[in-house]
């Protein structure tokens, strides 16, 4: 790779409008880093959303007895809060926002295969977002049923299910498109001499990623689109009353929304491997393992949807075969965080806000996979069905998990992309402040749902009261973290374009462009000729 | 480089390879689609032996019949028409292509009076006849619609998208040299085509 630094400095892409005025320089814009901001905005104004909703619940349940808000109106809230949280938030979320601004230029490429079909994914994710939001104002208001949408209480219900159920529809077909494009980006447009075991393991992780999207993605697309048919033609595909099967219903979202959870964590898992050795200058640990169990996962994913149906009925045998196949799944996830602690191990580890998250990451994420495996065991998980601790399960993977390599992305890239920095001490700050508020809101779901607290309900027997105090006050620390995060991110100050340029001394090839990058990324495609992580080569180069 | 410069270098880029390889992997996302209802049918019709060989009943295989040659037919039209773009014989391409478009109208035309009639008679969710069915026949027939519906919603769009293959034939954006959009739709054609070809003896012909 070689360093030289241009004499003239070419307009980077915010300089660069391409001709367009206006918002047009965004709406129109193939450009993939103008396309992983709008994602970047438009996701993180829906995840505020989310958040508000999910405050107005805590709020709700802070004391036993309704106070705030009605029984039917916490329903609408909590899938409202589940579909904003899933469709708009933590799938699309670091595939669309960083696989966008940052996978072409990691692997060397001016954009991605098909800069259009980009933007068209784009559209239709607003698309499905603005269906998914209409419901708090048209119809009878949003979907009740949970953001599972099952059957055949979301046939019958009169809330607006049709449309959110539409709006997840839109959404799927956005995720199939971005992991189409990533996919042919990465089999076509790979530098020179980048060869599959020379690509950063942030891309391995979207590769994997794709996969799912495109192999999964439709199952659950048609299985809404019969929930739809269903409403409107009032026929019975999964209502028993009317013959149909409300079982096979279930295997048939499930089939999607298993593998979708590895669509909400593998992005972020890469995320963290590039975090990892930059922060502790070291190469990585098992490079291979890394790459190939994102693809194991993929894979072995699909085989394990059944273990959310443990409780509705299904023969012996299948339960069984499905909890052991579930356990299967925890081996490549371990083998990855066992190899990023043993790439720290020895380092010299460098605790900036981006691996402050990276490492809250793995501790959160630990207790959301060993909580995974307690209900992905058949015994255990009898017991403790829709209870409280799979909402504290759920939470730790997806929010502890991915939603902090976000943030850890977001801290990351940052200067890269926009050519500024962050106040480093505040965001120290805000990690600590959000990873206690963390852990104080949702440690105590798991113990209230072990001692038997059902979720889904806004209302709870008086001996729950403690750890429902603790929960509520909790998400307010969590909360005041997310808003440190976000005011930190607006007071950002431009730093020179040297400082920017790498301030943490990475090796990808993210780190040898301008920041914030030129329209085509790079000034003359460049040749790799190693691995991305040898750090113990640096001095020689 | 100025701006306009930079959006020509953006556009210059063609990697025909990559365009049909998203295009595959496009047909594979269709084909799941389509294989979640296969799964569904199967099962439900596994359920309801009875019903649904009784509902099949109903159907007109002459009407299937003719609109699988016309499918059949028509897949091979487009695939000549890309043999004929690269031997720069333009005319007959654009003919060629023109005629699965009619064949296209064909179908729908066939599919309307298949559909019409059976609306005529009562046979559709809320219809006198579909309310005496038995649940199994019933749901037959929600399927049968369902996806003969999305089959047909399939064949429109790919009429479309081989309207605008002619019309980029007609300003020279496609070329002898220059076809992936061309082949392309004509992969997609094949695909409607396809799915069809499971359909019928699916819904019209096992007994
Ligand atoms: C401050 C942040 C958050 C708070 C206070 C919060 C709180 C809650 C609460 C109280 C519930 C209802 C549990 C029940 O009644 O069963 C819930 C459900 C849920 N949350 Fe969150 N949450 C937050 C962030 C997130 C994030 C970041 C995600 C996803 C990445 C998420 C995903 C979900 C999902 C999928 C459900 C299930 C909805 C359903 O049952 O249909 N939440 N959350
Ligand atoms: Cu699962």
Known sequence: ?541 | MSSEALQHAHDEHRDDAASKLGMWLFLFTELLLFGGLFLVYSIYRNMNMEDFHAGSAHLDIFIGAINTIVLITSSATVAISITAIQKKHYRLAKGLLWFTILAAGVFMVNKYFEWGHKFEIGLYPGGDMFEAMPGGERLFFVLYYFMTGLHGLHVIIGAIIIGFVIKEINQGKQTYDNFAFHENAGLYWHLVDLIWIFLFPLMYLII
């Open chain 1, 1 to 541: 790779m070689d360093d030289n630094v241009t004499s003239k400095p070419q307009l980077n892409f915010f300089e660069d409008t391409g001709g367009r005025k206006g918002i047009f320089k965004w709406i129109l814009s193939t450009d993939h880093k103008r396309i992983g901001l709008l994602y970047f905005y438009s996701i993180i104004s829906f995840f505020m959303v989310g958040v508000a909703l999910g405050l107005l619940m805590r709020l709700e349940l802070l004391e036993p007895g309704g106070q705030y808000i009605d029984a039917n109106t916490y329903n609408s809230a909590f899938t409202l809060h589940g579909v904003i949280m899933i469709f708009l938030f933590i799938i699309p979320g670091i595939p669309a926002v960083f696989g966008n601004l940052i996978l072409p230029i990691i692997i060397g490429a001016k954009d991605v295969a098909f800069p259009r079909v980009n933007l068209l994914s784009w559209y239709l994710y607003v698309i499905g977002a603005f269906f998914a939001l209409s419901t708090l104002v048209f119809g009878d208001g949003p979907a009740d049923t949970g953001w599972t949408f099952y059957a055949p209480y979301s046939v019958n219900t009169s809330t607006n299910v049709s449309m959110s159920v539409l709006a997840a529809f839109i959404l799927g077909f956005s995720s199939i498109l971005t992991g189409l494009n990533f996919l042919v980006t990465m089999h076509r447009m790979r530098a020179p001499g980048m060869t599959w075991m020379r690509m950063p393991l942030f891309a391995w992780g979207l590769y994997a990623t794709a996969w799912i999207q495109l192999l999964a993605t439709p199952i659950v697309g048609i299985t809404l689109l019969m929930i739809v048919a269903e409403r409107f033609l009032g026929v019975g595909l999964f209502d028993p009353s009317l013959g149909g099967d409300p079982i096979l219903y279930q295997h048939m979202f499930w089939i999607y929304s298993h593998p979708a959870v590895y669509v909400m964590i593998l992005p972020a898992m890469g995320v963290i491997s590039e975090i990892i050795p930059t922060f502790s200058q070291r190469k990585i640990f098992g490079y291979k393992a890394i790459a190939f169990s994102s693809l194991f996962i993929a894979f072995v994913g699909y085989t394990v949807w059944g273990h959310h149906m443990f409780t509705s009925g299904m023969s012996g045998s299948a339960r069984i075969i499905f909890s052991i196949l579930t356990f299967i799944v925890a081996i490549p996830s371990a083998i990855k965080v066992f190899n990023w602690l043993a790439t720290m191990y020895g380092g010299s580890i460098d605790l900036k806000p981006a691996m402050l998250f990276a490492l809250g990451f793995i501790f959160l994420f630990l207790i959301g996979g060993l909580t995974g495996l307690v209900v992905g065991a058949l015994a255990t998980d009898v017991h403790l069905h829709d209870t409280y601790f799979v909402v504290g399960h759920f939470h730790y993977v997806m929010f502890g998990g991915t939603g902090f390599a976000f943030i850890a992305a977001l801290y990351y890239w940052f200067p890269k992309i926009y050519g500024k920095m962050y106040d480093v001490k505040q965001a120290t700050i805000a990690f600590w402040v959000m990873f206690t508020g963390f852990n104080i809101l949702y440690f105590p779901m798991l113990v209230v749902g072990i001692m038997g607290m059902p979720r889904r309900y806004y209302d709870y027997l008086p001996q729950f009261h403690v750890p429902n105090i603790i929960s509520t006050v909790g998400s307010w620390i969590l909360v005041t973290g997310l808003i440190m995060v976000i005011i930190n991110f607006f007071k950002a100050k431009k730093i020179s374009a040297e400082e920017a340029k790498n301030p943490w001394g990475g090796l990808t090839l993210e780190w040898t462009v301008q920041s914030p990058p030129t329209v085509l990324n790079f000034d003359e495609i460049p040749t790799v000729t190693s691995g991305p992580y040898e750090y113990q080569n640096k001095e020689e180069r």
